[in-house]
């Protein structure tokens, strides 16, 4: 009993100090006591609606409570064990804006119009929706003629690109449509022109590195019309253009595989053949830390038209070494169908009465060296060789007379052409601030004899040395200030030669707020007399202006 005793005891002595801190409590003999505290916090808020006057903050008035403290010999259970962990925000990088729209316009009637917008839809899937129009309506001064001619061009295309992701594969729909639209110079046998194009892509791509080999499949229809030939009207071409191909590995630093392409071609309204081509590219890879080994063949057959069998090498290989020095060769070749969409782009004005069979290049053979002596600049040095059978040229005819008028024509040839070349090129960029690029190739071209023809005024407008410098200079975050020029010198023929290309131009943008920028181009600013296709002027000095928007 009396050891009880002296426990309470002993209990008590340890519990005064701090029973004795407390203020007046009423008695209570009750073990636990529950703490209650409560402060009133009301300050008088000042009027602080006038402008630059500070309003006086009265200092805030505390009514007295009776705190009450637990003094019970119980430790509290519910304090966390451990410290708070230091707030650290997530880093995350701005996102890229989906939407781009821009609209300009200038002197000879030039147009800019451009919209893109890519929507991210649920499953990730990718739905890319893309606007473009430019052009020109304007007089252009033609060598030889008093008059100048009332030119247009304008060019329209219209595209939109879905991607569903699979678990390991990805499947691509895409879909196309083009217009071109633009006239003749005078006396020209055709005072119009307008190209139709469409075209429907399916694919699919293996994504997943659990695959045992990689593959791609895709099946493309396509179509184009031109509505105004030298004897036909509404000429058209479907096309089923089909491409697969696969790769495996055969170990860690080798693999093997095939790739195919296989063209159906069917015409109406004109008298083309259909035909069928077929392009089959096996090859092997080697790739370690310093070397880059493609060992292939590009094995070719048309069936209905054209020439039946072709083969050419595709091999290239690149050796590595003090991490920014390489030295590589290429041997490698292959067709290029001239359907009509390549003729477009060839030569817009050319036309041909006859059905023109693909441009091969029989062998493209190149050595060159690239470095990189210091962060961010580049040098790049090559020369080689290049065969191409079925090359195609254009070159006008004034040959047809209607009503004793002499009515003309650019017509598109084919003849076998080789050239030797050589080139350099050179790269430098620092940070966001500063890019700069120039390159140059020259090229030797000789033209394959045909009987008595010797082929030379084929070479009319082939370019023999090509340049191109150009830099952008960005000074604040907001401005973008671009400068180049362009040159091309075309063969020598008979000791004449077409006038050069030199474009000098000047460019620039401002963002005035967030997301919305004005921009300007000036192009030909030495306004130079030059023709990119044989008897075609282009403007003088020209500009074209605009806003553009970001969202």
């Known amino acids: 009993m009396k050891k009880s005793q002296y426990i309470f005891g002993a209990l008590a002595l340890i519990a005064f100090p701090n029973w004795a801190q407390a203020q007046t409590q009423a008695k209570d003999t009750t073990l636990s006591r529950t703490v209650v505290v409560e402060q009133e916090y009301n ?75 890519l929507f991210i839809l649920p499953n990730s ?130 693999s093997v595989g095939v790739d195919l392409t296989m063209d159906n071609v069917f015409y109406k309204n004109n008298l083309f053949d259909d035909y069928t081509s077929v392009e089959l590219n096996p090859y092997y890879l080697y790739q370690n830390d310093d070397w880059k080994i493609r060992l292939g063949a590009h094995v070719d057959f048309a069936f209905g038209f054209g020439k039946k069998f072709r083969i050419s090498p595709d091999v290239t290989a690149q050796y590595i070494f003090s991490d920014s020095y390489i030295l590589y060769a290429q041997a490698t070749g292959g067709r290029r169908t001239n359907d009509f969409r390549r003729l477009e782009t060839v030569s817009p004005y050319g036309q041909s009465e006859i059905q023109l069979d693909a441009t091969y290049e029989q062998l493209n053979a190149a050595l060159g060296f690239k470095t990189s002596p210091v962060t961010g600049l580049w040098f790049n040095l090559y020369g080689g060789y290049q065969d191409l059978k079925n090359n195609l040229a254009s070159a006008g005819v004034s040959s047809y007379i209607v009503d004793t008028d002499n009515q003309s024509y650019l017509q598109l040839f084919q003849r076998n052409m080789h050239n030797i070349y050589a080139g350099a090129e050179v790269s430098y960029s620092y940070k966001d601030i500063l890019s700069f690029s120039a390159s140059g190739v020259y090229r030797d071209w000789k033209v394959a004899k045909v009987e008595e023809d010797n082929g030379d005024w084929l070479l009319a407008y082939m370019p023999s040395f090509e340049a191109n410098i150009h830099a952008d200079i960005r000074p604040i975050s907001s401005v973008l200030i671009s400068l180049g020029y362009q040159h091309i010198t075309r063969e020598k023929i008979e000791n004449e030669r077409v006038d050069p290309v030199g474009n000098l131009y000047l460019g620039g943008s401002y963002e005035v707020f967030k997301g919305i920028s004005i921009y300007a181009r000036v192009n030909n600013l030495l306004n130079k007399d030059y023709q990119y296709y044989w008897g075609y002027p282009t403007e003088g000095i020209n500009f074209v202006g605009g806003v553009s928007f970001r969202f």
């Not at 009265?58 to 509290?76: G, H, I, Q, R």
């Not at 002197?107 to 919209?115: E, F, P, T, W």
């Open 43 to 117: 300050p008088d808020i000042m009027d602080a609606s006038k402008v630059n006057v500070l309003p006086q903050v009265a200092p805030p008035t505390v009514s007295k409570k009776a705190v009450e403290y637990d003094a019970t010999l119980v430790p509290e259970g519910n304090i966390p064990a451990s410290t708070m962990q230091a707030y650290t925000g997530t880093e995350s990088q701005d996102k890229a804006q989906r939407g781009y729209a821009r609209l300009g316009y200038g002197n000879y009637g030039n147009l800019d119009a451009r919209a893109n917008y």
């Open 125 to 254: 899937d990718k739905l890319n929706l893309n606007f473009h129009m430019n052009g020109m309506d304007g007089k252009l001064k033609v060598p030889d003629f008093a008059e100048k001619w009332d030119a247009r061009y304008y060019r329209t295309r219209v595209g939109m690109d879905y991607v569903h992701a699979f678990r390991k594969v990805d499947l691509n729909v895409a879909g196309n449509f083009g217009l071109s639209n633009f006239n003749f110079m005078p006396y020209s046998i055709n005072n119009k022109q307008k190209f139709l194009s469409g075209d429907v892509h399916f694919g699919v791509k293996s994504t997943s590195e659990d695959l045992p080999f990689q593959f791609h499949a895709e099946t493309n229809l396509m179509f184009y019309e031109r509505q105004y030939d030298l004897s036909q009207k509404d000429a058209q071409e479907a096309m089923v253009r089909t491409k697969a191909g696969a790769v495996g590995s055969i170990s860690e630093e080798q």
